[in-house]
């Protein structure tokens, strides 16, 4: 079965400092894609950035960039700068291109980072 | 500007009482899905949509219910059966259930469902 963990319930990070928020998966799948959304405090579910599993290079959205380690099925995301703005659930979820979950999002739990000015 | 509206944003219901959330999207899109959110939690399954007239069970159907008789509309039903439906429910779009490579789900906003 998928399953998504994301092993930090809550981060701090400093206004305009770097911040790491981890993400580790498990399938068997050979073809999958995994995404990271965002989610205020309004509950809204916004997209932020895709990996797919046979992309060689790292994805990078802006501020935001994937660190993709497949041999270790980690997908960490990274949001450099961070602003005021970014305090929200931060959730990474998981994507079947084939089989019978196909197409179904499988989430991790969240982590919930704070940014402190 | 399209998108997918989710009504009502607050609903109460009582014991032994369905209710229906509506998900209206324009996007064009074929497959849609309901999640449920329990605080401090993930995302979780309860019904999807590839096609018109064509639903299936996601991880959490039990208590629930829908229909999907227009291409842009996928209600959800909460039934009495439901013994514990206080929580957060998000609809969900995107133009084929099929392989989406960098596609995202599009997300409504949300209705907040609480049992009086």
């Known amino acids: 079965a998928q399953k998504i963990t994301q092993t930090q319930p809550g981060m701090f990070v400093q206004e305009k400092e770097a911040v790491t928020l981890d993400c580790t998966y498990d399938t068997s799948d050979q073809s999958y894609g995994l995404f990271w959304y965002k989610q205020p405090s309004s509950g809204e579910m916004i997209f932020l950035i895709y990996q797919g599993s046979y992309d060689e290079q790292n994805a990078t959205e802006g501020r935001y960039s994937l660190n993709f380690q497949k041999a270790r099925k980690s997908a960490n995301l990274v949001i450099s700068a961070s602003q005021l703005g970014d305090s929200a659930m931060y959730f990474c979820?998981?994507?079947?291109?084939?089989?019978?979950?196909?197409?179904?999002?499988?989430f991790g739990k969240g982590t919930k980072l704070s940014v402190k000015p | 500007d399209g998108g997918i509206t989710q009504s009502p944003k607050y609903l109460f219901r009582k014991e032994g009482q369905n209710v229906t959330l509506s998900c209206e999207q324009n996007?064009?899109?074929?497959?849609m899905y309901w999640y449920r959110q329990d605080p401090g939690q993930g995302l979780r399954l309860i019904y999807y949509?590839?096609?018109?007239?064509?639903?299936q069970k996601g991880d959490i159907a039990e208590g629930y219910s829908v229909s999907r008789e227009k291409k842009e509309s996928f209600p959800l039903t909460v039934t009495s059966a439901q013994k514990n439906p206080t929580a957060f429910y998000l609809c969900a779009s995107i133009r084929t259930h099929q392989i989406q490579g960098n596609q995202p789900q599009h997300f409504g906003d949300g209705t907040r469902l609480s049992i009086l």
């Open positions: 979820a998981m994507r079947a291109n084939y089989g019978g979950s196909q197409g179904n999002l499988i």
């Open positions: 949509s590839q096609i018109v007239n064509d639903f």
């Open positions: 996007l064009n899109h074929d497959a």
